[in-house]
Nanobody, 124 residues
Framework: QLQASGGGLAQAGGSLRLSCAPS????????MGWFRQAPGKERDIVAA????????YYTESVRGRFTISKDNAKNMGYLQMNSLTPEDTAVYYC???????????????????WGQGTLVTVSS
C-alpha cells in the first residue's frame, strides 16, 4: 500500500510537492513512478526513478519543471512540481515496482503497487 499526499490548489506559476509513503515494506529496492490522470483522459506517466535514484525519466511536458526524488533512508518518495500550469491539473498517483536493476519503467502495467491518488488543481 502507498499513501500519496500533498495535492491541492495552486495558482499558475506556483509549486506543490507530492509525497509518497509506503506502508509496510522498505522502499529501498523499488522503482517509483508518478502518473497522472486528467478528466476524460487516460492515465499517463509523469516521471520515474530507479531504485537507487541514479536514473530518472520525465515526460516531455514536465521536463525542467518537475523533479522526482526518493529518500530510501526516510522511506519516502517525492515529486516537486514547479511552474505549474492549468494543464497540470489531474489526479496524481504514485506507484512502485520491486526492481533493483537500475532501470526505470514508464508503462503503468509494469507497476505492482499504487497509491490512492491526490488531486492537483492549478488555476489560471
Amino acid at each position: 500500500q502507498l499513501q500519496a499526499s500533498g495535492g491541492g490548489l495552486a495558482q499558475a506559476g506556483g509549486s506543490l510537492r507530492l509525497s509518497c509513503a509506503p506502508s509496510g515494506d522498505s522502499f529501498a529496492r523499488y522503482v517509483m513512478g508518478w502518473f497522472r490522470q486528467a478528466p476524460g483522459k487516460e492515465r499517463d506517466i509523469v516521471a520515474a526513478i530507479s531504485w537507487n535514484g541514479e536514473l530518472t525519466y520525465y515526460t516531455e511536458s514536465v521536463r525542467g519543471r518537475f523533479t522526482i526524488s526518493k529518500d530510501n533512508a526516510k522511506n519516502m518518495g517525492y515529486l516537486q512540481m514547479n511552474s505549474l500550469t492549468p494543464e497540470d491539473t489531474a489526479v496524481y498517483y504514485c506507484a512502485t515496482k520491486q526492481d533493483n536493476s537500475g532501470l526505470v519503467f514508464v508503462d503503468d502495467y509494469e507497476y505492482h503497487y499504487w497509491g490512492q491518488g491526490t488531486l492537483v488543481t492549478v488555476s489560471s
